[in-house]
């Protein structure tokens, strides 16, 4: 069986892509980065995954609010862990809100109980 050059260099590229990663996967359109919100809350759950990490906070009347996270591995490099956040931990946060109106964000930074501030992207 004989297999032309074309065919070769086809297939090479190919099985080059296979290695690489996906360095956008979605856009950051959905957030409104012109508005910043602060505030106090409640973890109620960190959610330590990939592709995105989320922190859900409640504030003081109980509304709840879905922020979203760089991945798990970028964290790690700016200092985050698997445990560094637990239901039940006052955190205060900043993050840009949803354009659509909905309790969310993208997290842009958060101060541990304790006093530590990390990024989130």
């Given at each position: 069986?004989?297999?032309?050059?074309?065919?070769?260099?086809?297939?090479?590229?190919?099985?080059?892509?296979?290695?690489?990663?996906?360095?956008a996967h979605h856009?950051?359109?959905?957030?409104?980065?012109?508005?910043?919100?602060?505030?106090?809350?409640?973890?109620?759950?960190?959610?330590?995954?990939?592709?995105?990490?989320?922190?859900?906070?409640?504030?003081?009347?109980?509304?709840?609010?879905?922020?979203?996270?760089?991945?798990?591995?970028?964290?790690?490099?700016?200092?985050?862990?698997?445990?560094?956040?637990?239901?039940?931990?006052?955190?205060?946060?900043?993050?840009?809100?949803?354009?659509?109106?909905?309790?969310?964000?993208?997290?842009?930074?958060?101060?541990?109980?304790?006093?530590?501030?990390?990024?989130?992207?």
């Open positions: 069986m004989k297999i032309s050059r074309s065919s070769l260099l086809g297939l090479g590229a190919a099985l080059s892509l296979i290695g690489v990663p996906a360095t856009s950051f359109a959905m957030f409104d980065q012109t508005k910043l919100i602060e505030m106090n809350g409640t973890v109620a759950k960190f959610q330590w995954a990939n592709p995105h990490t989320f922190v859900i906070v409640k504030d003081a009347k109980g509304t709840v609010f879905t922020l979203e996270c760089s991945s798990p591995n970028l964290m790690t490099h700016q200092g985050w862990k698997a445990n560094t956040l637990a239901a039940g931990d006052k955190v205060h946060l900043t993050f840009y809100p949803l354009r659509n109106g909905r309790t969310g964000g993208m997290l842009k930074e958060i101060t541990l109980p304790t006093g530590a501030t990390l990024r989130g992207w």
